[in-house]
């Protein structure tokens, strides 16, 4: 995306009432995957989770001191910054809460990823560690 994109995007919300839209979500509602989309809201469900969002982004064409940096806390503020990166595309980072770690484990969010993201239509990698024939980490990889 380009910064105009990420503004327009990823901001609006954000300026209209993201922290009172999540405030008055009881905390089972927030969890109940019927919830997410329904509204428009969908990339925002993040800070069901996460205590911090940062999206990272280039948009196909520009040059890669053109990239975007939008980070948020959820709560009705974000920020947005020229950054350095070098592939196009969008790498969407979520620090998460310390009661949801169950998110860091490579195949319930692998089940996630693949539950509601497989109907859209561009990819989402992820990236994962590599083993070797001892299982030991020997490296990462984008699947």
């Known amino acids: 995306m380009t910064r105009e994109q990420v503004i327009d995007h990823l901001g609006t919300i954000a300026k209209s009432g993201t ?27 993040a800070f069901i ?34 950054i350095e990166k070098k592939s196009r595309g969008t790498d969407v980072i979520l620090q998460l809460r310390e009661d949801e770690k169950e998110f860091l484990n490579e195949w319930r969010l692998r089940e996630i990823i693949g539950k509601y993201s497989d109907h859209i239509g561009l990819p989402v990698e992820m990236l994962t560690k590599e083993y070797d024939d001892e299982g030991k980490e020997c490296g990462e990889k984008w699947e």
């Not at 405030?23 to 990339?43: E, H």
Request: aromatic share 10%; hydrophobic share 40%; proline share 0%.
């Open 49 to 82: 989770v996460a205590d911090k969002v940062t999206v990272k982004t280039r948009a196909a064409g520009e040059e890669a001191h053109k990239a975007v940096l939008w980070e948020s806390a959820g709560e009705g503020e974000y920020s947005v910054a020229d």
């Open 19 to 45: 922290k009172e839209f999540l405030t008055a979500l009881g905390q089972d509602q927030a969890k109940n995957s019927q919830l997410i989309g329904q509204f428009g809201v969908g990339f925002y469900s």
